[in-house]
């Protein structure tokens, strides 16, 4: 028997751990400077925000791979959706990740996401910091204020990091917070709840909503 296994709830999981170790260092009020301890948190807010990116990467080539509602067996396939995306699946991955989504709902003639709404805005957030993350480029703190993405997390509004003083810039350091963690994991679960809604599917990552619960983020 051959056995196939889907990452995306797996990565949505492990974001969801990462998330809550980082909320244990600041629960820990940690006030002053540990650099281990800052280390570890960083590490934790950063790995949160690539493996949500990554969750909604991997459910995307699922479908262009296996058709909507591979998740469900063979009684749940749509057959005729899967054999109609397959000759196009090549070409559609040389697409961002969003418009991925959004040119498999037209193409099956499904509802549209709402490019200007959430949760559509905010993945299209996620995305672009794991970029910046896994890309990463030292810039002076002026030229970082000059960049739509930090102007757009800044709208966030998250209560930074407890051992980062007022006096550090926003990125990495302020950005990189419990909360930004939390809504990663919230993003990414929205996203792809949001999608299977229009796609009429039972949502794959339901099962697992006890096993991605983190805490809310926290507004400055």
């Given amino acids: 028997m051959e056995v196939r296994y889907s990452f995306t709830a797996q990565f949505i999981r492990g974001g969801a751990i990462f998330a809550n170790h980082a909320h244990n260092i600041e629960g820990n009020s940690l006030t002053k ?25 991997s ?3 699922e479908i262009l791979l296996h058709g909507p509602g591979h998740h469900l067996g063979s009684n749940g396939l749509d057959v005729s959706a899967r054999d109609f995306l397959q000759p ?14 959004e040119l498999i709902l037209h193409l099956l003639r499904r509802p549209a996401l709402n490019r200007g709404g959430s949760p559509f805005q905010s993945a299209d957030l996620l995305i672009k910091l794991r970029n910046e993350l896994v890309h990463y480029k030292s810039k002076w703190q002026e030229e970082m204020e000059r960049q739509k993405l930090f102007a757009r997390l800044k709208q966030l509004r998250f209560q930074k990091p407890p051992f980062i003083t007022e006096d550090t810039s926003f990125f990495p350091h302020k950005c990189l917070s419990a909360s930004l963690a939390s809504w990663s994991v919230n993003t990414a679960v929205a996203f792809i709840t949001e999608f299977y809604v229009r796609l009429g599917i039972e949502n794959p990552i339901k099962d697992y909503a006890e096993r991605i619960e983190v805490p809310v983020p ?3």
């Fill in 218 to 220: 926290i507004d400055c």
């Fill in 33 to 57: 400077s540990d650099e281990a301890s800052e280390a570890e948190h960083r590490s934790y807010v950063v790995s949160t925000v690539i493996q949500c990116a990554a969750a909604l990467e």
């Fill in 88 to 101: 196009l699946a090549e070409l559609i991955d040389q697409e961002p990740t969003l418009h991925r989504y």
């Fill in 59 to 61: 459910e995307v080539a």
